[in-house]
């Protein structure tokens, strides 16, 4: 089990991006794998100093049938006095049932701050 980390999916981080969780490994979605595919972040990054961040999880969890969901947002920043710059904002959801594609799409968006082609803004304010 010492070796696990071994198995982690490369990714190209973008300079100035943390990523704050990372439990997605190189393996692809199967009834055998599934055990890889639980918990409700696999990958999570941010860029601090403007708030953009993703959240990456497959839903359903544990399905072999489900997906890759990602969430993109903007959240508000915070000077060192902490009092909130701005909103938080949701940009919306992705989704794959490629790893190769999750990837691509990540290294992107840390690399271009813009969401892929394809999300699904959210809902309209009520």
């Known amino acids: 089990m010492a070796d696990t980390w071994r ?3 490369p990714l190209r981080v973008a300079p100035a991006w943390a990523i704050d969780m ?3 490994y190189a393996v692809d979605p199967s009834p055998d794998t599934m055990e890889w595919f639980y918990g ?13 961040c993703f959240d990456a ?3 359903p969890e544990g399905d072999p049938d489900g ?4 969430d993109f947002l903007q ?3 915070f000077p060192r006095k902490g009092t909130a710059t701005g909103v938080h904002a949701w940009l919306g959801t992705w989704t794959t049932r490629s790893r ?8 992107e968006f840390m690399f271009t701050r813009n ?8 809902p309209p304010a009520q």
């Open 115 to 122: 969401p892929p082609s394809g999300i699904v803004p959210p």
């Open 40 to 52: 409700s972040v696999l990958i999570s990054g941010h860029l601090a100093h403007n708030g953009l």
């Open 22 to 24: 990372n439990s997605l």
């Open 100 to 107: 190769t594609e999750l990837v691509a799409v990540l290294e």
């Open 57 to 59: 999880r497959w839903e």
């Open 7 to 9: 198995q982690l999916q």
């Open 75 to 77: 959240l508000a920043g």
């Open 67 to 70: 997906c890759y969901q990602v």
